[in-house]
């Protein structure tokens, strides 16, 4: 069974850095690209990073592009995105996602002071 | 950016009926390969997206057949049939053809 278990989120102050995980099993994590979306609160889906499966490519959203990095290591399953000067605006709950199209339950970050 | 417009924002639908949902793109979403990519998922109350349909018309693992995707290009249908109880939530276009990817707003269906 396909597992994808999020980590990391938290409440931070305006400015700060946070860094989120993302753990997968079930399937094997080194053949697949991965995503990062977020949903802020009451509002819809908003894509911000893509990976692909060997880290040869990245692509990230205007709204995070040059403050949130995405990364992985395959030799632990697990994927990251790494976010700096952190912004009220970027609260939300941030759900990994493979490119096939299996979701985590997400991790809530909160930016407020 | 690509924007994916759906519509309508919100559908009310008798158990049974039929239901219909356009998301229409500003650009075609055929990718240099030939395939389109372009999913529905659909985030139930208080769960993770989950995904329907991908390349248009394929639908996912162990999602039933009264969901149907259709069209081509810039324009694509989601059609549900027969609506049951647990259909309700709220619908999502995805397109992964163009850098940045993006979602549509998002159409809430609700049961009458």
């Known amino acids: 069974e396909v597992q994808l278990v999020e980590s990391g989120g938290g409440l931070v102050q305006p400015g700060s850095s946070l860094k989120l995980s993302c753990v997968a099993s079930?399937?094997?994590?080194?053949?697949?690209?991965m995503n990062w979306i977020r949903q802020a609160p009451k509002k819809g889906l908003e894509w911000i990073a893509l990976?692909?499966?060997?880290?040869?490519?990245?692509y990230y959203a205007d709204s995070v592009k040059g403050r949130f990095t995405i990364s992985r290591d395959n030799s632990k399953n697990t994927l990251y995105l790494e976010m700096n000067s952190l912004r009220s605006e970027d609260t939300a709950m941030y759900y990994c996602?493979?490119?096939?199209?299996?979701w985590g339950p997400g991790t809530m970050v909160t930016v407020s002071s | 950016d690509v924007v994916l417009t759906q519509t309508p924002v919100s559908l009310s639908v008798t158990l049974g009926d039929q239901a219909s949902i356009s998301c229409r793109s500003s650009?075609?979403?055929?990718?240099?390969?030939?395939?389109?990519?372009l999913k529905w998922y659909l985030q139930k109350p208080g769960q993770s997206p989950q995904l329907l349909i991908y390349e248009v018309s394929n639908r996912f693992s162990g999602v039933p057949d009264r969901f149907i995707g259709s069209g081509s290009g810039t324009d694509f249908t989601l059609k549900i049939s027969r609506v049951e109880p647990e259909d309700l939530g709220v619908y999502y276009c995805f397109q992964a053809t163009h850098d940045p990817l993006t979602f549509g707003s998002g159409t809430k269906l609700e049961i009458k």
């Open positions: 996602a493979t490119i096939s199209g299996f």
């Open positions: 650009q075609s979403l055929v990718y240099s390969d030939g395939n389109t990519y």
């Open positions: 990976i692909y499966y060997d880290s040869s490519n990245k």
């Open positions: 079930g399937f094997t994590f080194s053949n697949y690209g």
